[in-house]
């Protein structure tokens, strides 16, 4: 199982990123797939989650109604589509599963993290 997470980059306030994952070892539709971020000086926290082949999402509030978690289901690559970006929301995001049905804070499987800094 590999996880290889990309598309971090310095991006001013308000403005968009896509993030992804490319999954390799699994097939990614069938277990939940998170977003995971750490920013400096701070715990690792949630950001969204894709569940199961029925493909339920979830959200930490603070990125409700700017992020988007999704899949492609062929070529076996989570996205996040994360808009109107904030100074808060800087940090190393991962993606991460646990091949289980929900998103752990201690998955056992993570990708290497990729550095969002949102600045002007």
């Known amino acids: 199982v590999q996880l290889q997470a990309s598309g971090g980059g310095l991006v001013q306030p308000g403005g968009s990123l896509r993030l992804s994952c490319v999954a390799s070892?699994?097939?990614?539709?069938?277990?939940?797939v998170g977003w995971f971020r750490q920013a400096p000086g701070k715990e690792r926290e949630g950001v969204s989650c894709?569940?199961?082949?029925?493909?339920?999402?979830d959200y930490a509030d603070a990125v409700k109604g700017r992020f988007t978690i999704y899949r492609d289901n062929v070529k076996d690559i989570l996205y996040l589509q994360m808009n109107n970006l904030k100074p808060e929301d800087t940090g190393i995001y991962y993606c991460?599963?646990?091949?289980?049905?929900?998103?752990?804070?201690?998955?056992?499987?993570w990708g290497q993290g990729t550095q969002v800094t949102v600045s002007s």
């Open positions: 894709v569940r199961g082949s029925a493909g339920n999402t």
């Open positions: 991460a599963t646990d091949l289980g049905s929900r998103c752990k804070d201690d998955s056992e499987y």
């Open positions: 070892g699994f097939t990614l539709r069938y277990y939940a």
